[in-house]
């Protein structure tokens, strides 16, 4: 199962083996509304048609650059250093001014860098060693040919709902949790209804993960309900990981 080359918060590492089980055999469209790092994406079998979608623009342009310029992107990692400087430099530059190629180069270098890949404060541990290898280089080449017959969007999630549905298209949906702040995108719980209202009327498959809870419970009744249980390690202190209960819905 091929990994995806960054780490993002909320990452699907730990669930996508259940999540990949249940993709209905009969679609002919993927399509991954929120797609993050893209566990499930980057683990799954390939289908006739893939679409993956964020509206982070940074995420996705790097994914744009990996699958065009990969190579380069690959090259330029290779010479960078890891420091404290060289991340908070990083972290402040006005990155308007980057090519799109040193812009994915910098969003890489963040994610790999940072406290639970956030992007924000520079990692580092006084219990553990250093990674000796600082970036995923070596699997580029692969997520490059990965990306090939991909289409990649940056399109807010009820548009792409909107523009892709059909009967056999399948959408795998994980947005962020309800409660949870750290995305640079506002999805509160008006966004989560007006969701749920674009995806209970479509014409094709959908399954979406949401943390359990009664609002959700409610909100999705008259669909398949399974909970699950997934430790989250965003915690820095171990004995602060907790186990939380998650739900996966779907319309089949
Ligand atoms: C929980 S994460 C997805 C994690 C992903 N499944 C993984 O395995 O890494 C949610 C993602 O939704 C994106 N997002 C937030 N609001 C959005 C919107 N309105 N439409 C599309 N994507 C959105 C965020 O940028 C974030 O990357």
């Known amino acids: 199962m091929m990994n995806p080359p960054i780490s993002r918060m909320g990452g699907k590492s730990k669930l996508r083996k259940n999540i990949i089980k249940m993709i209905p055999g009969d679609h002919i469209c993927y399509v991954?509304?929120?797609?993050?790092?893209?566990?499930?994406?980057f683990g799954k079998e390939p289908?006739?048609?893939?679409?993956?979608?964020?509206?982070?623009?940074?995420?996705?342009?790097?994914?744009?650059?990996?699958?065009y310029h990969g190579e380069e992107v690959e090259r330029l990692?290779?010479?960078?250093?890891?420091?404290r400087?060289?991340?908070?430099?990083y972290r402040d530059q006005d990155f308007s001014k980057l090519t799109e190629v040193q812009r994915a180069v910098r969003f890489?270098?963040?994610?790999a860098q940072s406290f639970a890949s956030r992007g924000i404060s520079f990692?580092?541990?006084?219990?553990?060693?250093?990674?000796?290898?600082?970036?995923?280089t070596n699997c580029l080449i692969e997520i490059k040919k990965r990306l090939s017959n991909t289409y990649i969007e940056n399109l807010d999630c009820?548009?792409?709902?909107?523009?892709?549905?059909?009967?056999?298209?399948?959408?795998?949906?994980?947005?962020?949790?309800?409660?949870?702040?750290?995305?640079?995108?506002?999805?509160?719980?008006?966004?989560h209804i007006r969701l749920y209202e674009s995806l209970k009327s479509i014409k094709g498959k959908f399954l979406i993960t949401l943390n359990d809870n009664e609002f959700v419970r409610d909100l999705y009744r008259e669909f398949s309900i399974e909970e699950v249980d997934v430790t989250y390690s965003v915690s820095r202190d171990k004995a602060a990981r907790k186990s939380y209960g998650e739900l996966i819905i779907k319309n089949y």
Do not use: H
């Open 158 to 191: 009820f548009k792409i709902i909107e523009k892709y549905d059909r009967s056999t298209t399948f959408f795998f949906c994980d947005p962020p949790y309800i409660e949870t702040e750290g995305y640079k995108d506002k999805f509160g719980t008006e966004e």
């Open 32 to 41: 991954e509304v929120f797609l993050g790092a893209g566990w499930v994406y």
């Open 47 to 67: 289908s006739k048609v893939e679409v993956i979608n964020d509206t982070d623009q940074e995420l996705i342009n790097l994914f744009k650059m990996l699958k």
């Open 123 to 136: 990692g580092y541990s006084a219990l553990g060693k250093p990674s000796p290898k600082l970036f995923k």
């Open 85 to 89: 400087d060289n991340f908070y430099d």
């Open 108 to 111: 890489m270098y963040l994610s």
């Open 77 to 83: 990692l290779s010479y960078e250093v890891v420091s």
